[in-house]
Nanobody
Framework: QVQLVESGGGLVQPGGSLTLSCAAS????????IGWFRQAPGKGREGVSC????????YYADSVKGRFTISRDNAKNTVYLQMNNLEPNDTAVYYC?????????????????WGQGTQVTVSS
């Protein structure tokens, strides 16, 4: 069974950092575009970042540009989201998702597989 598993969430103070991991089992991540999404209570799922499977392009939501970095480790079949200078508004459940064909990276419906999510809480 194809599976994506996120890890690395937790509680962090404003200004702190976290690195989220998205590990795949039973499929090879480098054949897929991988997106990170987040969902805060009472809000819709928001695209945070994406790494393309075609040309290595990376994409970021305006709200996280300059603070978050997405990267791949193909040897470990894992994608990471390095999050720096975290703000209370970054508090959400973070999901990774895989798309065989990337159209609009920020649109959740275009992704084929999803992880279960990991909670990130930014609070003092």
């Amino acid at each position: 069974q194809v599976q994506l598993v996120e890890s690395g969430g937790g509680l962090v103070q404003p200004g702190g950092s976290l690195t989220l991991s998205c590990a795949a089992s039973r499929f090879t991540l480098n054949y897929y575009a991988i997106g990170w999404f987040r969902q805060a209570p009472g809000k819709g799922r928001e695209g945070v970042s994406c790494t393309s499977n075609s040309d290595g392009s990376t994409y970021y939501a305006d709200s996280v540009k300059g603070r978050f970095t997405i990267s791949r480790d193909n040897a470990k079949n894992t994608v990471y989201l390095q999050m720096n200078n975290l703000e209370p508004n970054d508090t959400a459940v973070y999901y990774c998702a895989a798309a065989r064909v990337l159209v609009k990276w920020w649109v959740p419906v275009g992704y084929d597989y999803w992880g279960q999510g990991t909670q990130v809480t930014v609070s003092s």
